[in-house]
């Protein structure tokens, strides 16, 4: 045993280091979701640096009646919208609000949904039993409406604009977590981890939720999506994003009028909501299938 | 060594088991009043058709599942007095093998973080070279090659996978080791090597095994003493030998007369065949269990509550009309 010539060979290849270098190793092989990684990269890198490339207040905010709706030209790539500002500006600026909303409500949606449906799930029981009635409550009133019903309670504002579409999403990722989460539950190596003396939270951390992580990566970029759509949804009847700030889903629902004549004021911000999306999508699938070593090749 | 006293002592004693579950229908009676023991470094069968309670007799025993009365004496100390901490800590000599070598390892694991998980867990080793170094030596133990230490389970084949699982059993150096058929899953070219694995490493380990099955061939080869099973209750128990020449038991003997003999004359050999299915048991009816498929029946094997009884030395026998 003390002699063992490949001694620095195993530490090398078995530290935790090597596994993230084999998920990220497996993940390149999947060429979409590195397409899906730089489009994403490049709209994180427009949001971060809105500032270098347009002025906020002046193109993004400040009307301009002289150049109302033009077509993209030379001095406004993307046009100018109905009150003359440029939507190139907007576009960039908007993009902060609406990705950030997009990951932020997500993010913690999935946070709180993933702990109480891991908990529902492992513990089961009476805490189960309340937990998802309480979820249902949430879930038998659409989305959107809940969603006004909190805003228009707390006032509006961007915080509570976040706050009630973050839970309006908290039933659905409980119900997704819980549910794999059962199906794992059930497996003997959860067993097995238990014979051995881990702990419940090593046990749902390290062996029940990689194993229930596919359906909830998925489930979590088809989220953002929905996210920056219900935002819009919400900016567009007064409850969301004040104007005059720019907002994706809320510049797409105020062009709705001039979509006829003007196509490239809903064209485009719609157009940036279906890349973005796409691409988290990409990025999503890859994902999923690089942290499953059965599907390794 | 150990003291002479604490080898006479049996290291695992379970004493008037019962697991009950709630069902919608009545109360399901997996295990029903079993007592057992078994001493050190020797191997106690558990024999009985599916649905007996076997399994959840041995979940019941490492604590796996809480039973609804009853104890469990672990050298001589209620397990099931223990607190959460304790109890963790007293997992290191009490261990599991799982049926199914497909489902009992994660599957996003490798070879070596499974092997090591117990010993990361109850912080065996201080430092991570001494772990690497106990992984290393149960693969050798347990005869898997080192090359496999980076794999996944489902690269590997059914022996293989459950060698995995016996080292994982393995790492912490137990006393005691459940085997909830362990080689069932496995063709029977790899279940020899399985059974041989586990006979050496118990020679070699002093090991003690309670080993549940329903193939009475593979028990026949591997137990000192079997029980066994039929709906909850032990209907007869005793030494391996014992058994196999002398069944008492009407189920017994439909049991061991139910082995396939690789042998042209037997064919001719008149074979016993149970009639009818399994009594439900949800609420069971006192008597006799058996009763109902029993050919010796008579109505007084149903009048009152059976025991064990002891026929002969070491040779117990729940049965009104035999025992």
Redesign the interface.
Known sequence: ?SE?PN?SV??K??SKKSQKKEIWRRMKKNKLSIIGLVIFCILVIIALSADFIADYEELAIKQHGDIRLQKPSKEHIFGTDQYGRDLLARMVHGSRISLGLGFFTTGISLAIGGFLGAMTGYYGGIFDEIVMRLMDILLSIPALLLAIAIVSALGPNMINLLIAITISQIPGFTRIVRSTVLTVVG???I?????????DF?IITN?VL??AIGPIIVQGTMSVAKMILLAAGLSFIGLGIQPPQPEWGYMLSEAREYMRDYPHLVLIPGIAIAISVFSINLIGDGLRDA????L?N | MKKTDDNERPLVEIIDIKKYFKTPFGLLHAVDNISLSISRGKTLGIVGESGCGKSTLGRVVLRLIPPTDGKILFNGENILDYDKKKMRLMRQKMQMIFQDPYSSLNPRKTVYEIIAEPLVVNCIFDSKRKINERVLFMMETVGLAERFINTYPHELDGGRRQRIGLARALSMNPQFIVCDEPVSALDVSIQAQILNLLMDLQDSLGLTYMFITHDLSVVKHISDEIAVLYIGQCVERAPSRELFQNPIHPYTKILLSSIPVPSLKSRSIQREVVKGEVTDPINPKPGCRFAPRCKYYKPECLSEELELKEVKPNHYVMCRLFG
């Open positions: 045993m063992r001694k195993f530490d290849k078995y497996e003997d190596y067993e097995a981890a238990r014979a051995c003396g881990s702990k090593r062996d990689p194993n942290l499953d070593p059965r390794r």
